[in-house]
């Protein structure tokens, strides 16, 4: 029987205690973003309870390697996080490995095999369609910046254009509900390109 509770409280005490604020975007907030858009991409694609447990464990543990080493390869340490600490909440070692699949199929260009790993996919990804576009993307901005990633608005909204030009949503609820706003915000990317040459 697992513990979801308990397990949301570890990982929202964890992320707290190691929070950097150099981080902006790959925080708490993030998190419990892609747990809550998770849920409700679950719930309309119809994917059962057990499912949906695992969904919930590996949109709590996608990003937790951010915290612990960077972004190089952190879905792999997010991997590693969730193996040491799932045990603890009732997780058996199929269903570990099971959320470490699900959390593989995040990393960029992501790869989902499954409705669960779509689901997840287009959670971690579903401010891009929605009025918090600037905003969120704001605070990736501000990281890749302190990361020494990028140094400039002109190479983040680049970077944007690429990326928005190759993302495609893999829900049917996010292809309705989330695509026709990121095409508006993708244009909104382009014309600034042109206006500011």
Known sequence: MTDLRDMHAFVVRWMREHDDKKMPYHGLAHTLDVVESAMRIANAEGIGNEEMDLLNAAALFHDTGHQISGPKNHEEVSCGFAREHLPQFGFDNIQVERICQLIMATRIPQSPFDKTSRALCDADLDYLGRPDFVSKGKN????????GDLATQREWNELQDRFLGMHHYHTKYAKKNRDPAKKKHH????????DNP
Do not use: N, P, T
Request: net charge positive; proline share 0%.
């Open 140 to 147: 990736l901005f501000d990281e890749m910046r302190y990361r």
């Open 187 to 194: 244009e909104q990317v382009r014309q600034w390109l042109k």
